[in-house]
């Protein structure tokens, strides 16, 4: 009995184990830049027909091959890619959303994520701890969104990537809530209209604006996700968040739009839309709602990234309770979705 009781106070007294927290020290970063460099590379697009090796995988794409495999070897650990045979790679099922056009496709989000415009400024993540300002800034030496402007092919890899984001997630949104009770809906912020059109599908009485910048708009339009049936039921509208939100609709939808500002911007956005949002009307915010307790979230990954990126926030139900009875809404409900984010709507005071 004695050597038992000794043997569990032994256990009781013994140092937690650094393994876990090491493994991410570790891990994190050469994973997501193999992922980076394989879906930049279109590897994954190169072994749709079957296998190949990294002799020739290397050849196609003028890269060594011994770092490729490599980098190769690391995916394949973690089921992105299996080795088939030595020296030889193919496809599994998550390296298929690396690949391009596909139903789900991650390729572009995964190229996003490894650009200068994100990762780098994850390097200064300091400068936003000690400043409360976004790295992203100091890296590229402007505005984020003016560095868009400035830049078309960066633009373009961040369209694609919001765009294969949204076309994950917007059939769940529409299909959760009833936006068809509003008649009208502008999607503030919309971007290429990936959401308004899979909401105008969900609700074919609905008439549906898609209100942004206007070289977004131009971008849009060569998109065409509301095109088609859709084109009689839809209209584009030039859109500034400060200063310009565009009247005329009884619902407006705003998606990841909030979620880029601080909570003095974002009371100036909100106010903007209560100028325009009728008696009788709504705003809906669709956006991640991070948890009152500190239990696990995605949107606490998502937080971090916006501190760093824009110096903008997720927030607590309570926390958007409080812009709105800054700005002229109350809170009326929360409507949770098939994806992460959720529905709140609020309605004017």
Known sequence: MATTMQSSAVQSTAAPNPAPLLRIIMESLPLNQSLFAAAELGVADLLAAGPKSTAQLAAELKADENSLGRVLRLLAAHSIFAETAPGSFSNTELSHYLRSGVPGSLRAMARFRGTEFFYASFGQILHSVHTGDPARSKVLGMDGWEYLERNPEMARIFDDAMTDLSALIAPGIAAAYDFSKWDTIMDVGGGNGVLLAAIL?????????????????????????????????????????????????????MKSVIHDWNDSDSKRILSRCRNVVPSDGALLLVEFNLPEDNSPSRGRFVDVTMMVLTGGKERTITEYSALFAATGFRLNQVVRTASDFNIIEALPV
């Open 201 to 253: 599908h969900e609700h074919p009485t609905l008439q549906g604006v898609l209100a942004d910048q206007q070289h977004v708009l131009d971008r849009a339009r060569q998109r065409s996700f509301l095109s088609g049936e859709l084109e009689a039921r839809s209209s584009m509208q030039p859109c500034d968040l400060f200063n310009d939100i565009p009247a005329g609709c009884r619902a407006y939808v």
